[in-house]
């Protein structure tokens, strides 16, 4: 995991809130492969959105807690080769959960794999 891949993980995230507050699929799903969203469509993206908003409420800031480095899917080892999961403790309006955005190199592009709310 190296500075560049951190702070492009902040920028792709920055850029997924942003999306997600102003229901814009096209800038949530920007930097994942397009294989990896074939099933997550416009509809689906937006009923997820209304769901976190009900239980989460606006966002209001993020605290770094660190990465996790090699996630390895024992049904599909190669799907995310050198995956990196960034995690931050989000701070919503209702409560707090961690944010984790998932980020893989390919072919000397970075691409989200995953980004999750737990």
Not at 65 to 72: E, I, N, Y
Request: aromatic share 14%; proline share 3%.
């Amino acid at each position: 995991m190296s500075n560049n891949t951190h702070t492009i993980a902040e920028q792709y995230l920055d850029e997924m809130l942003e999306a997600e507050n102003t229901l814009d699929y096209s800038l949530f799903v920007k930097h994942f492969e397009k294989q990896h969203i074939e099933n997550f469509g416009e509809s689906k993206f937006k009923k997820d959105m209304f769901a976190i908003r009900e239980d989460l409420g606006d966002y209001k800031g993020r605290e770094y807690l660190g990465a996790l480095t090699g996630f390895h899917n024992p049904d599909n080892p190669n799907k995310y080769p050198n995956c990196t999961r960034y995690v931050w403790k989000g701070i919503f309006e209702k409560n707090e959960t961690l944010i984790i955005v998932g980020i893989h190199e390919k072919d000397g592009v970075h691409y989200v794999n995953e980004c999750i709310y737990r």
